[in-house]
């Protein structure tokens, strides 16, 4: 259906309508989204890297959740063989949480290796990370170094380190949890599946939206698995044409995808996309959570109280079952095939609009 080119009379309708004045204000600020924990811990439910406040337990809930050889050390000041691990030497780029709590207390360009076999830092990551006590166990004058949100020994400061603060944090690596940058990023990104007609077109315009790092076409929402492009066109087997958008949600956020998917398809046509007709070509958010679909139904509530289209919204929300990849020759396709007639007809009018709607929101911006 969608090699037919006499499209072009449904997409100047389209254009008039939901292409017309009225479109979904975009807003330029991303939403400040959560943090989620980079590392998780179902055994320890105190645990959190956003959470900072205070963590007050008993001992007995202490010996509770953390493993055997991370209590001694964090709530009885045992100190762990020099040596132990790697961690010591490891020079590898990211952030080091308490083990106990998770709370931040080192960036890795605040660590040096020292000779002494612990973790050394000579600055903590901010001064309210990590408190201070004095120490004069064992027949010595030493400082002891506390995690400031849940008390928990890490080790002690010496005033032998290496500029420009001249301290070394002298740390247990078990008091430790080390996330690298590249897992850290990669457990920020998140993902959404959208459908809004023909594939191509979503793909294409996603794409080109600052934070979005990949976009992959696909099928979702039927019930046969894995279902070919040939079979998702018959319409029978319930399967949508969809986009899988991953992005990360300090640069963009699912409000503003949601805002460039009403802006660049319409919602308002059932199981139809100008001259593509069929369920394949619904219009449908998938969500996997109660939060993003309440944020996706107030969305269209408020398009369809300030009728921005000429009539109701008909987009579905569907729970996310499985997203299936579509055949390798269906990825890039606007970018490899641009000159084909579908692409000049039907999926560069949408880039375009796209690019104009959101310019200031585009990886590639267009020079005036
Ligand atoms: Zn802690």
Request: charged share 25%; net charge neutral; with cysteine.
């Amino acid at each position: 259906m969608k090699k037919i080119y006499c499209l072009l009379l449904s997409l100047s309708l389209f254009t008039t309508t939901a292409c017309g004045q009225n479109q979904p204000q975009h807003s330029q600020k991303t939403k400040k989204t959560t943090m989620e924990n980079t590392i998780q811990k179902p055994e320890n439910p105190y645990y959190s890297n956003t959470d900072t406040s205070k963590l007050v337990l008993s001992d007995a809930e202490w010996k509770k959740v953390l493993p055997p050889d991370l209590y001694e050390v964090a709530r009885h000041a045992d100190t762990e063989r020099a040596f132990t691990g790697s961690m010591w030497k490891s020079e590898t780029k990211g952030t080091y949480y308490c083990a106990a709590c998770g709370n931040k207390l080192f960036r890795s360009q605040q660590k040096f290796v020292s000779s002494c076999g612990w973790p050394s830092f000579f600055e903590q990551d901010n001064p309210k990370s990590i408190w201070f006590r004095p120490d004069n166990s064992y027949g010595m004058q030493r400082v002891e170094a506390l995690c400031s949100r849940c008390d928990s020994h890490l080790g002690h400061l010496f005033d032998d380190g290496p500029e420009p603060t001249g301290k070394r944090y002298c740390m247990n690596a078990v008091s430790l949890d080390f996330v690298p940058d590249s897992a850290e990023k990669a457990a920020q990104l998140k993902t959404v599946v959208l459908g809004g007609g023909c594939f191509w077109c979503v793909e294409a315009v996603y794409q080109n939206l600052n934070g979005v790092e990949k976009v992959v076409s696909g099928y979702a929402g039927g019930t046969v698995e894995n279902p070919s492009y040939e079979e998702v066109c018959t319409g029978r087997t319930g399967a949508a044409e969809v986009v899988e958008i991953t992005y990360n949600p300090n640069v963009t956020s699912l409000d503003e995808i949601y805002q460039v998917f009403f802006t660049v398809h319409d919602p308002t046509t059932l199981n139809r996309q100008g001259a593509d007709v069929g369920t394949q070509y619904r219009s449908v958010i998938f969500y996997k959570n109660e939060d993003e679909k309440k944020e996706a139904q107030a969305l269209i509530d408020a398009l369809n109280f300030r009728n921005v289209y000429p009539s109701k919204i008909v987009t579905t929300l569907e729970p996310l079952k499985k997203f299936w990849a579509a055949e390798e020759y269906h990825q890039n396709y606007y970018a490899n095939n641009a000159n084909k007639p579908y692409c000049q007809m039907v999926v560069r009018p949408k880039v375009e609009k796209f690019e104009k709607v959101f310019k200031d929101r585009l990886k590639n911006k267009k020079t005036q």
